[in-house]
C-alpha cells in the first residue's frame, strides 16, 4: 500500500482525503478544527482512517489551511508584506485586486 493523503484545516472542520496507489481505495474523513491547536485536529483525522503501518507506507503528505486563505480575504491576522494580488470571479485577466495596501508591497526575491 502507497498512501497518498491531502489535509485542509478550516475554521470548523478539517478534512482529509487518502488515496491508496495500489488498490485505488480511496478514504476520508472530517472531525472538528481546534482553533487553539490545528494539529490536533489533524492528527484526529488522520488516525480515524490511516493505520500507523499505512502512515509507514505515504507517499506524499499535502496540507492546505482555509483558516490562513480566509484570514488574507478578510483581511484580518497579521501583517505581511509582499505583492499578493487576486482576481475575483469573472473579471478580466488584467484586473487584479491587490489585498495589501501599497506601502506594505516589497518586491519579491530570492532568500538565501
Not at 473579471?91 to 516589497?106: E, F, I, M, Y
Amino acid at each position: 500500500m502507497a498512501l497518498r493523503i491531502g489535509v485542509d484545516i478550516g475554521g470548523t472542520f478539517t478534512d482529509l482525503i487518502a488515496h491508496d496507489d495500489e488498490t485505488g481505495a480511496v478514504l476520508v474523513a472530517k472531525g472538528r478544527t481546534v482553533a487553539e491547536a490545528p494539529d490536533t485536529g489533524v492528527t484526529a483525522v488522520v488516525r480515524e482512517v490511516v493505520s500507523p503501518d499505512g502512515m509507514k507506507t505515504c507517499s506524499a503528505f499535502l496540507h492546505g489551511t482555509t483558516i490562513g486563505l480566509n484570514a488574507l480575504l478578510q483581511r484580518r491576522g497579521a501583517v505581511v508584506r509582499g505583492g499578493v494580488f487576486i482576481r475575483p470571479r469573472g473579471t478580466s485577466h488584467n484586473r487584479r485586486v491587490a489585498l495589501l495596501p501599497s506601502a506594505l508591497k516589497v518586491p519579491f526575491g530570492v532568500l538565501v
